[in-house]
């Protein structure tokens, strides 16, 4: 069956550390991999994608993330978190075709502690 | 270049009511999705509609339906609304399926 897992249902790190988000998933097929952010009561930005080629990717807000095939893992990395990075981070992977379904994890809740 | 817009951003219903939220996609993407999100998980995938045609459905009932419009334009129908339907129902739209999706800000129904 196809799923995302994030396993860090809340994650807590200091103003200015290292942060790093974990993402397995299970998909028969070459998937097509996101990360979303959402902030309370909105909707989901996107902050990367990962389609082909390059398995380091880079996104927006200083966001990058590494596919890793062997692992089944698309992890999300920030070398230095600030305030504002506190939200709710979403998996997801979808086919790289036709119906364009999502199917998402069950988020990761970040606190910044200043 | 504006968005992904909901229409509305609140609603309250009752039980066995019907609802019909709205959707404008970024334009030039003729991909529109839909996802409910339930309080405290991630989206669940509805429908997905791509040149006006249903390309993709999820797993839940007869009781919502949706359509896309000539001008890419989408409508989620929920009849017969029941207290689990309240979350945060989200569009997402894209060039085309599959390339990434840009989600609007979502409509929160509250069924009581």
């Known amino acids: 069956a196809q799923s995302v897992t994030q396993p860090d249902i809340h994650i807590t790190v200091s103003e200015g550390a290292s942060l790093e988000l974990r993402c397995n998933y299970s998909y028969g097929a070459t998937p097509y991999l996101f990360w979303y952010v959402q902030s309370p009561g909105q909707g989901l930005q996107l902050l990367l994608k990962y389609f082909s080629g390059d398995t380091l990717v880079q996104g927006i807000k200083g966001f990058e993330a590494e596919f890793k095939r062997s692992q089944s893992s698309f992890n999300l990395r920030k070398p230095s978190v600030h305030w504002s990075d506190a939200a709710e981070y979403f998996c997801?992977?979808?086919?790289?075709?036709?119906?364009?379904?999502?199917?998402f994890g069950q988020g990761t809740t970040l606190q910044v502690k200043p | 270049d504006a968005g992904v817009t909901q229409s509305p951003t609140h609603l309250i219903k009752t039980r066995g009511q019907h609802v019909t939220l709205r959707c404008s996609p970024i334009?030039?993407?003729?991909?529109v999705s839909w996802y409910q999100q339930v309080l405290g998980q991630g989206p669940q995938f509805i429908f997905q509609?791509?040149?006006?045609?249903?390309?993709g459905r999820g797993n839940f009932p007869d009781r919502f339906s949706a359509r896309q419009f000539p001008n890419y334009s989408s409508e989620l129908n929920v009849n017969a609304l029941l207290l689990g339907d309240s979350a945060l129902y989200l569009c997402?739209?894209?060039?085309?399926?599959?390339?990434?999706?840009?989600f609007g800000q979502g409509t929160r129904l509250t069924v009581v």
């Open positions: 509609y791509y040149e006006k045609e249903e390309r």
């Open positions: 334009s030039g993407h003729k991909s």
């Open positions: 997402a739209s894209s060039l085309e399926p599959g390339q990434g999706a840009f």
């Open positions: 997801a992977v979808g086919p790289s075709s036709n119906t364009g379904k999502l199917i």
